[in-house]
């Protein structure tokens, strides 16, 4: 009988040892995922060339940070560029009137010309977007 209960007892601790690394593991991993998302949410912008109010410029910077914080990032990257390129361009459309346009990506090289007061040009990390507004001409 004593052989049985030190059976036990030695499985039992077994058992305790096993569910105590189990959580320990769980919550290295989730301190990890913590830790990456901290380095997502800390952005590092910069504004490389401006001609456009400031509420503006922080709209177009919330509007990408955001949409930096909610891709997944398996996808490819031009596609992520492309898209969010499309929601600033929508974005700015519907609140400041059409003729806005977008350009996103790491490497690209520009010669635009924009309306008064619309124009901006700036860096995440190393993203880089390029968004300004022309003038329609009546017809």
């Excluded at 991993?29 to 800390?42: G, P």
């Excluded at 898209?83 to 009137?97: N, P």
């Excluded at 996103?104 to 300004?132: H, K, Q, R």
Aim: hydrophobic share 40%.
């Amino acid at each position: 009988m004593e052989g049985a209960e030190e059976e036990l007892e030695r499985r039992s601790k077994f058992l305790k040892d096993l569910i105590m690394t189990q959580k320990l593991k769980k919550k290295k991993k989730a301190d990890n995922a913590d830790d990456e998302v901290e380095k997502m949410k800390n952005f590092v912008v910069r504004v490389r060339a401006a001609d456009m109010p400031f509420s503006l410029q922080d709209h177009a910077f919330n509007i990408t940070t955001t949409f930096l914080r909610s891709i997944s990032l398996p996808a490819p990257r031009n596609a992520h560029n492309k898209t969010l390129a499309l929601q600033l361009k929508k974005e700015f459309d519907s609140a400041y009137g059409p003729a806005w346009h977008c350009v996103v990506g790491t490497s690209f090289g520009s010669f635009v010309t924009y309306s008064l007061g619309g124009f901006l040009y700036f860096s995440i990390d190393n993203l880089y977007v390029l968004l300004f507004k022309t003038a329609i001409q009546p017809t």
